[in-house]
């Protein structure tokens, strides 16, 4: 079987048509063609604000943990900032190795 970021000849497709064959959705007529990604973008995005997210997730639980019964913000929207920034950081990684995944095929280097 063919993988589908290759063409006939085993090359690698340009992103320009690399949903063409394969595809998971019949195309509703409404997007373009030639729609891309940006994911030089979503790369940059998602390694900066990684380690961000991270260190946001540590910061709030080091908080929740040392805060007392009198202080404000208290231990429960600090516990809440750091479970949603454990969710982003979460996602912003599955993002990085999708999009990794991704520049990884249009390259050929993929398996």
Known sequence: MRDEGT???GKPVSRARSGT??????RTGTE???????????LLLAAVFLPLLVAGCAL???????????DSP???PLIL???????LALTALLDLLVILRRLRRERGTAR
């Open 21 to 26: 064959i394969g595809r998971r959705f019949p």
């Open 74 to 76: 208290g231990r429960g």
């Open 32 to 42: 373009p063609v030639t729609a891309r990604s940006p994911l030089r973008l979503r």
């Open 81 to 87: 900032l750091s479970a949603v920034c454990g969710v």
């Open 60 to 70: 709030f639980a080091v908080g929740a943990t040392d805060a007392g019964p009198g």
């Open 7 to 9: 063409g006939q000849d």
